[in-house]
């Protein structure tokens, strides 16, 4: 099977703002193309949000010294703070941005990296790479971003994630191990970026969270896991056409010209554009870049491929149809599984399948201030019980409220789903362990919602529950190289 834009990009590296050449010539020649050889090695650094690094320091303040210049731009400019912002979203709805869909990392890519060219451009420093925020590593804001009298500061309700359960590494490895790039995607979208974002509030909580400066650094994050995942941890980015060839749009280059990027030609920018400062998420740890040339060949020979990764579900079991539910409230739901499905359910082979709780939403509230736990097999479960309780799963959130409605009748192309996924396979192990799951009993499924700021404002909130279902999905084996 051809896939034109991969097989194309084989032939090509970017160079300046996605500028094409011939990527044989500077894979295979490393003597007439030195020049371009040497951009690509020393191509711009994104380093870990940190103090006390002289070389975070001096990151620091060419990304204020550029949001400094992109506020004082005319506003007919589209390079300006806010119209760059608008891009994503506004006060009352998100615009362009892609969430809930398969291009929620493809789409925020290519925007982080129109934006970085911007900054270079505007400083006048060709070496810029946007620094990113670790917060399972360093959960504390950093302190450059709450001073008041900076670009950079923004009243947020916290400044700091710690005491979110969805950035730790009990909720970060299980799905840094999910080697399916549309599961991991939708988890990782769900939890910590969810998570991130209304736990800290204010601006960054809203359908225009890219007016906080800090915005750009919580992507820059998420989009490094995607890396670690893809580049350090060896896991496939999705071959399919219909996503490699999606053309992502509404962006603005570093000379305010209407840019456009395919979801396959950003699967290789942070070997040709960019480049992260390796660090620890979770238990994976940092790892050191190989810089020879036949390993650089190898692995982007290897990203350009692609495997052939879809969301594939071998079984669906229905545990609750369309219905109203508080936000105030646990609601706990079963279904009476039948033999045969319990004991496939309790025997799969976790290294052969996984089981998650999909859960989809058709109208979800304005506010996202809580996150939602979900627990298996706990009927008493509430906003007290432990995330150590045996019977705990994981957690989501919610961003920005239901945005797709509003945002295409005010214009923008919004396609986002409420859907989100929960991996429940190592807690039902660990309740078959415990004996606590027996056949023919019904499986129950908790979902209590427990809010950021210890009560909700509206404890009569309504959620509007599509449906409940236990899935269960084949591992991706990743093929040899």
């Known amino acids: ?20 050449i011939g990527i044989g010539l500077v894979l295979g020649t490393m003597g007439g193309c030195e020049d371009l050889a040497e951009k690509i090695k020393h191509r711009p650094i994104r380093r870990r949000l940190r103090t006390g690094s002289s070389q975070v320091d001096a990151d620091i303040a060419t990304y204020r010294e550029a949001v400094d210049l992109m506020k004082a731009l005319p506003s007919a400019d589209l390079r300006s703070w806010l119209n760059q912002a608008a891009i994503h979203g506004v006060p009352t709805n998100f615009n362009f941005c892609e969430h809930g869909t398969d291009h929620f990392f493809d789409w925020h890519r290519a925007y982080l990296f129109y934006f970085e060219k911007i900054c270079q451009e505007l400083t006048k420093d060709r070496k810029f790479g946007l620094p990113y925020w670790n917060w399972n590593q360093n959960p504390d804001i950093h302190p450059a971003f709450l001073d008041p009298a900076s670009s ?69 994050m998420i989009d490094y896991c995607w890396a670690k995942w893809n580049i350090e941890l060896g896991n496939n980015n999705t071959n399919d056409p219909a996503w490699v060839n999606h053309q992502n749009s509404h962006f603005v280059d570093a000379n305010g010209q209407v840019a456009t990027a395919t979801a396959g030609i950003t699967t290789l920018m942070p070997l040709i554009s960019y480049q992260y400062e390796s660090s620890v998420i979770g238990s994976s740890p940092a790892v050191e870049w190989k810089k020879a040339k036949h390993d650089y060949e190898k692995l982007e020979k290897k990203i350009r491929k692609g495997a052939n990764v879809r969301f594939d579900i071998k079984q669906r079991i229905r545990i609750a149809d369309r219905a109203a539910v508080s936000i105030g409230k646990p609601v706990s739901m079963e279904t009476r599984v039948s033999v045969s499905d319990f004991t496939r359910i309790l025997s799969l082979d976790p290294a052969k399948e996984r089981v998650f709780v999909n859960i989809d939403f058709a109208q979800l509230p304005a506010s996202s201030d809580f996150a939602v736990r979900v627990f298996i097999g706990l009927p008493s479960a509430n906003r007290t019980t432990p995330t150590d309780d045996p019977h705990f799963a994981g957690s989501f959130a919610f961003f920005g409220g239901s945005p797709a409605k509003a945002s295409l009748a005010a214009g923008g192309e919004h396609k986002g789903q409420d859907m989100f996924l929960v991996n429940i396979t190592d807690t039902l192990q660990r309740l078959k362990r415990n004996q606590e799951l027996k056949e023919g009993s019904p499986l129950s499924v908790q979902l209590v919602p427990v809010p950021f700021a210890g009560k909700f404002e509206r404890e ?22």
């Open 152 to 220: 950079l500061y923004l009243a947020r309700s916290r400044n700091s994630m710690t005491g979110s359960w969805s950035i730790t590494t009990a909720a970060l490895d299980p799905i840094l191990a999910d080697p399916n790039f549309f599961t991991f995607r939708m988890q990782l979208e769900g939890t910590p970026h969810n998570n991130v974002h209304g736990y800290i509030g204010g601006t960054l909580g809203g359908y225009a969270s890219a007016r906080d400066p800090l915005f750009w650094m919580h992507h820059c």
């Open 1 to 20: 099977m051809r896939i034109p834009i991969l097989e194309d990009v084989t032939r090509r590296v970017f160079v300046k703002d996605l500028g094409i």
């Open 460 to 481: 009569d909130t309504q959620l509007l529950l599509e449906r409940i279902d236990i899935i269960i999905t084949p591992v991706i084996i990743n093929p040899p190289e």
